[in-house]
Each structure stands twice: as structure tokens, then as C-alpha cells.
């Protein structure tokens, strides 16, 4: 029989009868003598083993709770005994946890003595109701945590100022340097601290401990990736909705993702990241409103949406997820299509060209189609060969066949640019760009010389725009 004992959050005050009483009728065994508690027991004469030594040999502290498990099972097939743990046994005590799981493999009876947890301490110390809303969360995993900033949030084990400064690296990521947090040392013990601090000092309290925790309380004025959700099904709320938001359908926003789409690109292209970050929280308004409508009318929710696109990234992904191997770039790229086509059911080349959306730009679905058939070994293998093509197309004078083989010439220039490893939708906003930069130079210089644009012929027209052309090359 395994005894798994609580110690209370470090005051013997908080130890229960039951609690005493099973550890002096029994040998002792503890996870760790950097306890408070620890110094009742041996005033009351109460001897035991502890497992610190533990923590100096193994590399993690998955391997230090694993380990410790191990040991106390071996012992528990033969001997009745007590392993002692601070707080309650089951708040954040993986140890008892991972303990618990192998007595229940291994048919090995235990007993749950429950104590005060330092939870109930710090609530306390910091006289919060919990009801109102809470979370507890793991300092060694901070780092995977998402905010919430309607509920407060304590992170246990800060026992040192290396692991302060993970915790502040991470909040950092949607708290600002001065947002106010609790510091909290030995809650419920004598040597209590509670401690309210900007975020950027957490990492300089220098009694960071075995016994050290934060409380991060909630905050207002700050919006998670669901409030932002809920704004949106706000406005499409039937009764207090935007009147506009509420008449939009799938159809009707189609224009305005491709628009917010575009504007992102164009601060990409323009380095404007404040612009960017605007331009992105439009786009995903966009994937938010149509993922609110189609809850609506029963046919799927955004939590969907992030279950199927998280899928496919892990699927995608084996190299990452499964780690099989290392892969280079090039190898990844391999993968990545050899498994979509496995996943969309693409068996041949004419499959893989109609995976291709028709909604793409001219000029990229004309690359993409390209490039498919490059990988199937459909393709030039010269510059020159696409260069014949390219007047082979604008051989014919006649209008209307010229008119008819425009689409012919179209194709072969996307070909030319794919060969010269050019985006063939930047190479003509690009030109457009220019072209709009010339005309602007030109309106200058008619402005200049007070002449108005529509009143020269095109031969005038002409001289002005080699003009601008000259200035634009200096």
C-alpha cells in the first residue's frame, strides 16, 4: 500500500490529522526536502527519504517525476509506505500523477490523503473568489499557452529567475511590459510575499523559488482570437446586429475577401508592417464572417475550420510531427505535393490540373497549370523553345485570328517567365506601377509647361513620355 500524503502549502497548521497520523505510523518518503513542512516533521521526530538526489542526475523533469514513479513502485509491490508531496497530491503534482497510473497497471493499492493545496493559499493570500473564473498553468509549458483575459490566470513552479524570464518572454507575446501582475513567494507560510509588479520586472525578483508563482488577473481592453469571434456573430446577431454585416452572404462578401487579400499584398510589397497587421486582422474578419454564416445555416463552425486545417498541416507535415527524418527544403516541397495528391485523390496529370482553381488570377492559374505539368516531364527543356512559341504566336497579322491565338501568346509569355524564374503577376503589376509613375512624371511636365494632357496629339504625347522614361533611368 502507497500512501500519497500532502503537505500542505508550507505551514504545519494546514497539515490535516489523518495526514500526521499516517506519516508517523509509516516509513516516509518525499519528492523533495525544500519544503517548509519538512521542518515540522522532524521536529516531531519523523524521519524519512527524499528524492532531491533525483533532480541531480536526470536531464528533464519528465524524467525526474518518471523516475521517482519507478522507484516508488518497485518499493510498493513489498512495503506499505508514504510518499509525501507539497500541497494537495493532485494539484500540479505530475509525480503522483504519473505514480497513480503505474500502481493501476501494476495492481499496486494506493490511498489519496488530500491537504490544503497552495492554490487555496494563494487564492487567500490574494483573497480572489475562484468562482469568478480561473486557470492554472504550468511555467514549464508557458510557452504553449494562449491567452485568456477574462479569467485569472496563476502559473505554478517560477522557482527560479531563468524560469521568470521564460514566463515574461512569453506573456510578452499579448501582455505589455507594464500590464500589472502578482508575484507571489510561500503563500499560506509565514515568510508569505505577494508582491504587484510590471511585467517587465519579473525576471529581476531574486527570491524566486521552489515556492514562487504568478497571478495574472484578468484584464479588460484586450481581445483574444474568440472575442474577436463573438464580435463578429455580434454583428450578425438577427435582433442587435449591424444591418449591413447581417444582409451579407457567402456570395455577396466574395469582392471584399479578394480586396482585403490584395491590400495585404500590397503592404508586404511596401514593408508597412503597421499596414500589414491591419490588412491581416481584415482578411481574417473575412474568414471569421464566413465561418459565423455557415454556423448559421448549419453547415460548419470555425472550430471546424481550425480542426481541418490543423489536420492537414500535421498531415502534411510528417517530417515535422512524426520526425522520421531530416528533410531539406526541396524534399519537403516533394512530399508536400506527393501527399496532397494523395489526399484529394489526384492520379494522373489532367486530375492535378483540375485540383487547380479557376478563381486564380489568369496568370498565376496559367504558371500553376505549367508547373504541374513540368513535374509530370511536360515541358521545354530550352529557353529557346518558348521564345519560338512566343512568335510563333504573333506571326499572324489578321485581327481576328490574332484575337483568337491572344490566349495562345498569353500562355507561352507565363511559360517565358516561369523559364526566367519571374512571378509573372508581379512582372505586370510591376510594369503597371511604372506605367502609372511615368504618366504622373508626364502630367508634370505638361502642368510645367501649362499644356493639358488631352489636347496634344499622340506624337506629343510621345515626346513627354521619353522624357519621363529618360529622368525615371537617372
Not at 508557458?142 to 485569472?152: F, M, T
Not at 527524418?325 to 490540373?353: F, P
Request: proline share 4%; aromatic share 10%.
Amino acid at each position: 500500500m502507497i500512501h500519497i500524503v500532502g503537505l500542505g502549502p508550507g505551514h504545519n497548521d494546514a497539515l490535516t490529522l489523518g495526514a500526521v497520523k499516517v506519516l508517523k505510523n509509516n516509513a516516509v518518503f518525499l519528492r523533495t526536502e525544500k519544503h517548509p513542512t519538512v521542518s515540522f516533521l522532524v521536529e516531531e521526530g519523523i524521519s524519512y527519504e527524499a528524492f532531491d538526489f533525483v533532480y541531480e542526475k536526470a536531464e528533464t523533469f519528465d524524467e525526474v517525476y518518471s523516475t521517482i514513479a519507478d522507484l516508488l513502485c518497485m518499493k510498493g509491490e513489498k512495503e506499505t509506505f508514504v510518499y509525501g508531496v507539497p500541497g494537495h497530491p493532485l494539484v500540479a503534482e505530475k509525480s503522483v500523477l504519473l505514480l497513480i497510473e503505474k500502481c493501476k497497471e501494476k495492481g499496486i493499492p494506493y490511498k489519496i490523503h488530500p491537504a490544503v493545496s497552495f492554490v487555496d493559499a494563494v487564492f487567500e493570500a490574494l483573497e480572489v473568489d475562484p468562482i469568478s473564473g480561473f486557470r492554472i498553468v504550468d511555467a514549464l509549458g508557458i510557452e504553449e499557452e494562449v491567452p485568456d483575459y477574462h479569467k485569472g490566470t496563476l502559473i505554478t513552479q517560477v522557482f527560479s529567475p531563468y524560469i521568470a524570464s521564460r514566463v515574461k518572454i512569453a506573456l510578452n507575446a499579448y501582455l505589455n511590459d507594464e500590464d500589472e501582475i502578482i508575484y507571489i513567494r510561500a503563500a499560506g507560510t509565514e515568510e508569505e510575499v505577494i508582491r504587484r509588479i510590471p511585467l517587465y520586472e519579473l525576471d529581476r525578483q531574486r527570491d524566486a523559488d521552489d515556492l514562487t508563482s504568478v497571478y495574472v488577473p484578468p484584464m479588460e481592453g484586450k481581445y483574444s482570437f474568440y472575442d474577436f469571434m463573438n464580435i463578429v456573430k455580434k454583428l450578425r446577431d438577427k435582433d442587435n446586429g449591424c444591418p449591413w454585416d447581417k444582409e451579407q452572404t457567402h456570395e455577396s462578401l466574395k469582392p471584399y475577401l479578394i480586396e482585403e487579400s490584395y491590400e495585404a499584398l500590397e503592404a508586404i510589397d511596401l514593408e508597412d508592417f503597421d499596414a500589414l497587421r491591419e490588412e491581416l486582422g481584415d482578411v481574417m474578419l473575412q474568414v471569421l464572417l464566413h465561418s459565423v454564416i455557415s454556423e448559421e445555416e448549419g453547415e460548419f463552425n470555425v472550430h471546424e475550420v481550425v480542426k481541418v486545417v490543423s489536420e492537414k498541416m500535421i498531415y502534411r507535415h510528417p517530417h515535422v510531427f512524426e520526425k522520421d527524418k531530416d528533410m531539406t527544403s526541396d524534399e519537403v516541397l516533394i512530399q508536400w505535393e506527393a501527399l496532397k495528391k494523395k489526399e484529394k485523390g489526384e492520379e494522373t496529370l489532367s486530375d492535378s490540373l483540375r485540383a487547380i482553381s479557376k478563381y486564380y488570377p489568369g496568370l498565376s492559374r496559367a504558371e500553376k497549370i505549367q508547373k504541374k505539368a513540368r513535374k509530370y516531364g511536360f515541358d521545354w527543356d530550352d529557353i529557346k523553345d518558348v521564345f519560338l512559341k512566343v512568335e510563333e504566336a504573333l506571326k499572324d497579322q489578321d485581327e481576328r485570328h490574332v484575337k483568337k491565338e491572344l490566349g495562345d501568346l498569353l500562355f507561352a509569355v507565363v511559360n517565358l517567365a516561369r523559364f526566367l524564374q519571374a512571378d509573372p503577376e508581379i512582372a505586370i503589376n510591376e510594369t503597371s506601377d511604372k506605367f502609372i509613375r511615368r504618366i504622373t512624371r508626364m502630367e508634370e511636365l505638361l502642368e510645367a509647361d501649362q499644356r493639358a494632357f488631352q489636347d496634344l496629339p499622340l506624337k506629343e504625347l510621345d515626346e513627354y513620355w521619353e522624357k519621363a522614361k529618360k529622368e525615371e533611368k537617372f
